[in-house]
């Protein structure tokens, strides 16, 4: 591609920068944009799930062109000693589906892919072949950075599509089952386990293992073998892999954003993905935010580019202060008890309101959601949550581990 200009370019082709891309489009289609990703696909190799709360009409219009995978009857949780179901439609989107939805709508030349980024600037971006696309508009869209300016743990996953060769005979989508075996201070020094499930046909299967660990080394091997493990106990061993994922995402406990803000900061740069701080701090749970932000952004782009970066900056410092409740509960969830106990915290919560915790997964909780999960008798000693409330966590460093890409994806299930 010869030197151009466009009205806007976008860094980073994950969730937030496809989001964005689409919403910017349709509002605009007469823009010039140019999405630029390092990967040969736009959202890697993850998927995305969401509750049919967290998204409003014009948000659900957005995504109308991608292929998705809905269930209308609910979801499940388990937990030693709570089962439930909750009556809620959930929605999940992979990655391919994301990447060929946007190939139809945009236009082929707006999607530079397999390209990187060199340097980004207010004026414009360079690209790995020296490539010069100047822009009205750069928008930061890349994935979280590891900083000792924040705290907290990590949350580690591994996923398998499997196509069985028999029904599996899961009705509900499983969002957390913690009836599994827990991970004592042994080896990995200890974490909350789960297992996540979507039954993405009559033979198809999702299966994730996920544990929230101090530290972000990704056991490939002992994740492989805990799926195999579970697999084997449901009955699902008859098939085929059709694809994995893996990915480590930060858990944050809290941190001096303002320093984090400004270490991350390229100035004149509108930045609204994960790398700006647009998590959430206990879940690392992104598709309502993300969807904001794109429609936000999209509400915007007219205004001068000054202007637009101080809005997302501002968002995004209301972001943190907003969500200061969560990294409380994360506290909680690390600190408060020990590791082979950390899912006492989550099964009291899920025997809370239905609306409750789908607001809280959002980050939308008002105060009498916030009042009503502190409220009652504790799953954890007094003391020691009291404790937790003041311990600020470790600092989110990048691991030295070449086998932890930690915040590689920044956008996982819920």
């Known amino acids: 591609m010869s030197d151009s200009t466009f009205d806007a370019v976008i860094v980073g082709g994950g969730l937030s920068g496809g989001l964005a891309a689409l919403a910017l489009y349709k509002a605009r289609p007469d823009f010039r944009l140019a999405v630029i990703e390092a990967g040969k696909t736009l959202g890697g190799n993850h998927r995305w799930s969401w509750f049919d709360s967290d998204l409003d009409d014009r948000g659900r219009a957005l995504l109308e062109p991608i292929r998705k995978t809905a269930w209308t009857k609910g979801y499940d949780v388990s937990f030693p000693n709570l089962k439930r179901t909750l009556h809620t439609g959930y929605t999940s989107m992979a990655s391919g589906d994301f990447h060929e939805g946007i190939c139809r ?77 827990q991970l004592a201070p042994h080896g990995n020094g200890g974490a909350y386990r789960f297992v996540y499930v979507l ?27 805990r799926i195999d493990q579970y697999c084997h106990d449901k009955g699902w061993m008859e098939g085929v892999p059709v694809a ?31 790398r700006a701080g647009f998590i959430h701090p206990l879940t690392s749970y992104t598709m309502p935010i993300a969807m904001e932000n794109a429609l936000a952004l999209a509400d915007k782009a007219d205004l001068p580019a000054a202007q637009v970066v101080a809005l997302f900056e501002a968002r995004a410092r209301r972001h ?37 915790i789908e607001r809280f997964y959002a980050a939308r909780s008002p105060l009498r959601d916030r009042a009503r999960v502190l409220w009652g008798k504790p799953p954890v000693s007094i003391p020691r949550a009291i404790k937790a409330m003041f311990q600020p966590g470790k600092p989110l460093r990048k691991p030295r581990n070449s086998d932890s890409p930690a915040a590689s994806s920044t956008e996982n299930t819920a």
């Open 320 to 356: 943190w202060n907003n969500t200061a409740y969560y990294r409380l509960l994360t506290r909680f969830l690390f600190f408060a008890a020990d590791p082979e106990r950390r899912y006492v915290v989550l099964q009291r919560f899920y025997g809370l309101g239905q609306g409750l």
């Open 199 to 225: 039954p993405l046909s009559e033979r198809d299967v999702f299966v994730e293992d996920t544990y929230y660990a101090d530290d972000p080394k990704l056991d490939r091997t002992a994740l492989e073998g």
């Open 244 to 274: 994995h994922e893996t990915g480590v995402l930060p858990v944050l406990t809290g941190g001096d954003f303002d320093a984090y803000q400004r270490e991350v900061r390229l100035p004149g740069v509108v930045a609204i993905g994960a």
């Open 105 to 181: 709508v945009l236009p082929s030349e707006a999607l530079l892919l397999g390209r990187k980024a060199t340097d980004i600037k207010a004026s414009g971006v360079t690209l790995d072949d020296g490539t010069r696309l100047n822009a009205r508009l750069v928008i930061d869209c890349r994935n979280f950075q590891p900083s000792p300016h924040l705290r907290g743990g990590w949350q580690v996953f591994m996923g398998r599509h499997m196509r069985l060769n028999e029904p599996h005979g899961a009705e509900h989508p499983v969002i957390m089952d913690a009836d599994v075996e």
